[in-house]
């Protein structure tokens, strides 16, 4: 299923639909209807079950992200020039045929027991100085959605503060469409947890699981030691 929906009502879509596992675009543009439409074509065609390895799907991710890229590109080639975009085909063909070779990594901590979470403000810091690179600089240069995530979340549960999925993509740096995939893809490799809100059932929170809440605070921690120190 693919739903199109505005921002401003994404909290209440996302919780309705959580379970239905929809491709939902926020306020998209023609190319991102063109890619919604072509990963649900190739989908169906593959027509075959098989669990993809996490690595399979963090993959899948980065492609469609960068498929995207390429087509809102394509879409303003065409608007200058007066030429259709690429077909329908041609995106389902991308699908298929390409593979990516990043991958998203994250320390596993089996001890419940770790450092704390650094004070918030250096957080929002970090943040900030990430954000300041788009006044120089082409922001999609950059764009490291899973990233600027794990810091709001993480500056967030410093703060004992609740974070919308609208919230969240906005933290994203990249258009909402591509941010909820995100997020699905970190839920489902346990990187975020889904809570929803016990005062309005139409509305759903996300959170850092407590191994991503560990590893942050280590990650933190180990900035925190002396290149001599980190390195023996």
Not at 77 to 90: F, G, V, W
Not at 91 to 119: K, M, Y
Not at 122 to 137: G, P
Request: with cysteine; hydrophobic share 45%; net charge negative.
């Amino acid at each position: 299923m693919i739903v199109s929906t505005a921002l401003d009502v994404l909290d209440e879509v996302f919780a309705a639909l959580d379970q239905s596992d929809p491709q939902i675009l926020v306020n998209p543009s023609r190319a991102e209807r063109v890619v919604a439409v072509g990963r649900a074509m190739a989908d169906v065609s593959q027509g075959r079950v098989r669990e993809m390895p996490e690595e399979d799907r963090v993959a899948l991710v980065r492609l469609a992200q960068q498929v995207e890229q390429i087509a809102r590109q394509l879409e303003q080639m065409a608007e200058r020039t007066n030429e259709a975009p690429k077909k329908l085909s041609d995106f389902t063909q991308e699908f298929r045929g390409q593979e990516s070779q990043r991958e998203f990594a994250i320390a596993r901590s089996s001890s419940s027991v770790g450092p704390p979470l650094p004070n918030p403000r250096h957080i929002r810091q970090i943040i900030a100085d990430r954000q300041r690179r788009a006044s120089y600089f082409e922001g999609s240069l950059f764009a490291d959605p899973a990233w600027d995530m794990l810091l709001d979340l993480t500056a967030a549960t410093a703060e004992n503060r609740r974070v919308s999925v609208t919230s969240l993509c906005i933290a994203a740096g990249v258009p909402a469409t591509t941010a909820l995939r995100w997020i699905r893809q970190l839920v489902d490799d346990g990187v975020f947890e889904r809570v929803a809100d016990t005062s309005d059932r139409r509305r759903a929170f996300i959170v850092l699981s407590e191994r991503s809440r560990q590893a942050m605070a280590q990650y933190f921690a180990d900035l925190e030691q002396p290149l001599e120190a980190a390195a023996a």
